[in-house]
Nanobody, 123 residues
Framework: QVQLVESGGGLVQAGGSLRLSCAAS????????LGWFRQAPGKERDVVAA????????YYADSVKGRFTISRDNAKNTMYLRMNSLKPEDTAVYYC????????????????WGQGTQVTVSS
């Protein structure tokens, strides 16, 4: 089992930056893919950024390429999403996620979810 807890969301003006954190408690062994999803009101939940377990492969949605960066600190069991040059359309609830390995660009149904953290970008 994996428990994920997000933090770092908040209100920021367009052009600003935020770093989301995801603390993981791993109770079962295994190899996972890791990443972040987001869901805006009335819209579908979509993958924003994802990484293979080794970190050798990453995926970013076209809308965030060049602005968002996924990373992790294994010593702290924490994953991060650095968000730069934020835009109003980035406003959403962001979820940390982990799941069994699949092609990163097609990832849609993670096995484990965090509770979500709200990111609001004002114009």
């Amino acid at each position: 089992q994996v428990q994920l807890v997000e933090s770092g969301g908040g209100l920021v003006q367009a052009g600003g930056s935020l770093r989301l954190s995801c603390a993981a408690s791993v109770r079962t062994s295994g190899i996972y893919i890791l990443g972040w999803f987001r869901q805006a009101p009335g819209k579908e939940r979509d993958v924003v950024a994802a990484s293979s377990w080794s970190g050798g492969s990453t995926y970013y949605a076209d809308s965030v390429k060049g602005r968002f960066t996924i990373s992790r600190d294994n010593a702290k069991n924490t994953m991060y999403l650095r968000m730069n040059s934020l835009k109003p359309e980035d406003t959403a609830v962001y979820y940390c996620a982990a799941g069994w390995p699949v092609q990163l660009s097609t990832w849609s149904d993670p096995t484990y979810w965090g509770q979500g953290t709200q990111v609001t970008v004002s114009s």
